[in-house]
């Protein structure tokens, strides 16, 4: 889809972890600029979702980009950072209070894609592409996705941090937010609504999503014991690791062990705090994804999609 594979690798742990990483070019130089061209190749699709289908030409693929780095920016916060930046304050740091300073979209972008490209789900709908009529966020989920063979709802959440343990204990209290009772009833029903009206008159949408009473059924239904049984939760952590600036070529065997050993440790310490009434019954997908400096990816995303606002 995006072709995420040439840039980030995958080393296979178990199916309720998945850890990915961005290696090094031959001039073992960190790939800052090939990662940041494959998430912003998710731009459009991220901002619009499949309901205006998927079919972008060569003389369009510019004007989509523009007018989704700029839907981006539209966002509550989003251009705040940016702004900091370039002033040259910090404001990036994990104990930052605005959750939208602290988190961007950038973390919504990479679980997107990871999320179409490895685990093959489709977006059932974008937040964004409903932002303008209804002033704020059509769900708090970071995504809702659907996995059409498996019948599955994929309801993600996501975090951006300097430290991995401050991002998975943010992540756990998302949890524990988001996955009860009364938050699923609000945020379900806002989602059916979009569900059954934004595919008419395109056919391409309709196609993808196919059962769409099946979608809305599934969101409308009060008997959350059976709900929670086609429900995923995928979780993406992308942090800063210095791993990478103690190796510099993936194929090494103390590289690996290192990578290996701080992905199981950030496991455990994720096990020990998932305290979740109904953590039997979720199927949590944990995902981890170390990168050099999350900062500075951060600062070369946004100094990316702000030049494509005036292509």
């Not at 850890?19 to 912003?40: P, T």
């Not at 990871?114 to 093959?120: A, G, I, P, S, T």
């Not at 789900?121 to 409903?130: A, R, V």
Request: charged share 35%; glycine share 6%.
């Amino acid at each position: 889809m995006f072709r995420s594979d040439e840039v980030i690798r995958e080393i296979k742990f178990h199916d309720s972890v998945h850890a990915y990483f961005v290696g090094y070019d031959l001039d073992k130089k960190y790939r800052w600029q090939h990662l940041a061209q494959v998430i912003i190749r998710t731009l459009p699709e991220f901002a619009y979702g499949l309901h205006e289908g998927t079919t972008t030409d060569n003389s369009n693929l510019t004007d989509k980009l523009r007018e989704a780095a700029k839907a981006l920016y539209q966002i509550k916060g989003f251009k705040d950072i940016s702004d900091r930046l370039k002033k040259g304050e910090n404001g990036l740091d994990d104990d930052i209070e605005d959750k939208y300073l602290k988190r961007g979209e950038f973390g919504e972008l990479i679980l997107h894609l990871l999320l179409r490209d490895r685990f093959k789900t489709i977006p059932l709908i974008s937040k964004i592409y409903f932002k303008d009529s209804l002033g704020h966020a059509v769900h708090g989920f970071d995504c809702v996705h659907i996995e059409v063979e498996e019948r599955t709802l994929w309801l993600g959440e996501s975090k951006l941090y300097v430290d991995p343990m401050k991002g998975l204990s943010a992540l756990i209290k998302d949890l524990d937010d988001h996955l009860n009772c009364e938050f699923l009833e609000g945020e379900f029903s806002l989602i059916a609504k979009k569900v059954h009206g934004v595919g008419n008159g395109v056919d391409e949408y309709n196609q993808i999503i196919r059962e769409r009473d099946y979608w809305v059924k599934l969101l409308t239904s009060t008997d959350y014991s059976k709900t929670i049984e086609k429900i995923k939760i995928p979780l993406i952590c992308t942090y800063s690791s210095d791993i990478f600036s103690k190796y510099f070529e993936e194929e090494d065997a103390d590289f690996k062990n290192k990578y290996k050993d701080e992905i199981k440790r950030l496991k455990c310490y994720f096990d020990e705090r998932l305290n979740h009434k109904w953590k039997d019954k979720l199927k949590i997908i944990l995902i981890l994804f170390p990168v050099m400096d999350k900062n500075e990816l951060v600062k070369i995303l946004h100094t990316k999609i702000e030049a494509l606002q005036s292509i």
